[in-house]
Structure formats: structure tokens, C-alpha cells
Nanobody, 123 residues
Framework: QLQFVESGGGLVQPGGSLRLSCAAS????????IGWFRQAPGKERERVSC????????NYADSVKGRFTISRDNAKNTVYLQMNSLKPEDTAVYYC????????????????WGQGTQVTVSS
């Protein structure tokens, strides 16, 4: 079974940076698009970013464009989210999730989800 472990979250001051990692086990990620999602109290779950299985296509929510960068390292079976210029509004639990091949569209669903890592941006 495909399983994810997210890491890299923590407490950071506004303007700071964090790098989140999503390490997969059980199945290679070669055929999967990987999305990063976040959920803050009182807010809907939001897709922050996604990278296609090929790594050639990436997508970002408007709220993070220019600040976050998604990447993948197939040799390590890991996907990363580099977060720069962090704002208090970025505070949330961040999850990685997988679906086959592509990032665009509402289907297929993201079938596999990690347990999440907390990111808190506060002074």
C-alpha cells in the first residue's frame, strides 16, 4: 500500500521559510501526481500545489504563487514543498496526497493521503 509521511513543519516567524517533505513507501511515485493541501481551523481544505507524475507540470494556488515551490525526487520517492515569505495566513496542517498522472481537473480523486504536518507562522 502507498503510505506517506510528511515532515518539516514547525513554528516560524512571518517572512521565514520552511521545507516540507512527503516521503512515500510501499509503492513508487512514478505514476502519481502529488498534491500538497492545507487545512486551517474554520477554513475549507485548499490545494496549495501539485506536481504531475512526469514532473513537467506544476500548479499553485493564487495565495501562494511566487512564494512556494513544489518539486520531486523520484530516486528518493519524495516530494517537497519549499515555502518562502511565510505569512500568518499560511498557518495550517499540510497534507500530501496522490492521484494518477495529472494535476488538472477535479477527477480522479486524490486517493492516498498522509497524516499531515503542522505549520504555524507567528511572531
Amino acid at each position: 500500500q502507498l503510505q506517506f509521511v510528511e515532515s518539516g513543519g514547525g513554528l516560524v516567524q512571518p517572512g521565514g521559510s520552511l521545507r516540507l517533505s512527503c516521503a512515500a513507501s510501499g509503492v513508487t511515485l512514478d505514476d502519481y501526481a502529488i498534491g500538497w493541501f492545507r487545512q486551517a481551523p474554520g477554513k475549507e481544505r485548499e490545494r496549495v500545489s501539485c506536481i504531475s507524475a512526469s514532473g513537467l507540470s506544476t500548479n499553485y494556488a493564487d495565495s501562494v504563487k511566487g512564494r512556494f515551490t513544489i518539486s520531486r525526487d523520484n530516486a528518493k520517492n519524495t516530494v517537497y514543498l519549499q515555502m518562502n515569505s511565510l505569512k500568518p495566513e499560511d498557518t495550517a496542517v499540510y497534507y500530501c496526497a496522490a492521484r494518477l498522472y495529472f494535476c488538472l481537473g477535479t477527477v480522479p480523486p486524490y486517493t492516498y493521503w498522509g497524516q499531515g504536518t503542522q505549520v504555524t507562522v507567528s511572531s
